[in-house]
């Protein structure tokens, strides 16, 4: 999205990538977790995010319900305002990753259009962005089947959907558009979320996110 104001400029950091990657040991990335409600994308981002913790590198997670509880208050769930949703939570995302922390979102996310906005926004493709320098980004497809989402329904929400009583819910009543090339893909009917982990910190280390001391 282009600035309404034209009087404006983008302000470059005297602290570069480089500098932020020597004393973080990590490169600053987006993992962008999409999939349906149920799936298991809120769980396996903070067991990641402890995991990475633990290991000694800075992660934070963007969750969707918490965003909805601030930011994007003012949203609801319609396709308009579910795309708004995520090229605000794609604006945030690039920041946090530019000041080098590893930035898990988990969003359903469910249209292919917006989740492309947000690989735009956040590796500085895309319209808008300024000066912003490129950052990393990877999908990662949180691929379980509707009916075993639906079968663990942890707020009841299909439930509800299945009633008429929550509009415009993903895999109910509004389309969920499969990501067809992810940079990583977790079946999670079939797959631990320890072991969802692990595959995810080892993408991160062969991708050359993660680094130790003296490496970067």
């Not at 633990?54 to 997670?61: F, K, S, T």
């Not at 000066?131 to 329904?153: H, I, K, Y």
């Amino acid at each position: 999205m282009n600035p309404k104001s034209e009087n404006i400029v983008w302000h470059a950091a005297s602290v570069t990538a480089d500098d932020r990657r020597r004393v973080m040991n990590q490169q600053g990335c987006v993992l962008w977790m999409s999939g349906l409600s149920g799936s298991g994308k809120s769980t396996i981002a903070r067991a990641l995010e402890n995991a990475l913790l633990q290991l000694g590198h800075a992660a934070y997670v963007l969750d969707g319900d918490n965003i909805r509880h601030g930011l994007n208050a003012d949203l609801d769930f319609s396709p308009a305002a579910r795309s708004e949703n995520i090229r605000r939570v794609a604006e945030v995302a690039a920041l946090f990753a530019e000041a080098g922390l590893i930035t898990i979102t988990a969003f359903i996310s469910p249209y292919a259009a917006d989740r492309q906005r947000a690989r735009d926004i956040i590796t500085g493709t895309g319209s808008g962005t300024g000066g912003r320098a490129s950052g990393r980004f990877f999908e990662v497809f949180v691929n379980t089947p509707l009916a075993v989402c639906e079968s663990r329904d942890p707020k009841a929400l299909y439930a509800k959907a299945r009633a008429g009583e929550i509009p415009d819910f993903t895999g109910i009543s509004s389309p969920f558009e499969a990501p067809a090339s992810p940079d990583l893909e977790l079946p999670t009917a079939t797959m631990t979320v320890e072991t969802a982990v692990r595959r995810v910190i080892g993408h991160l280390e062969k991708t050359g996110i993660l680094t130790t001391k003296g490496e970067a």
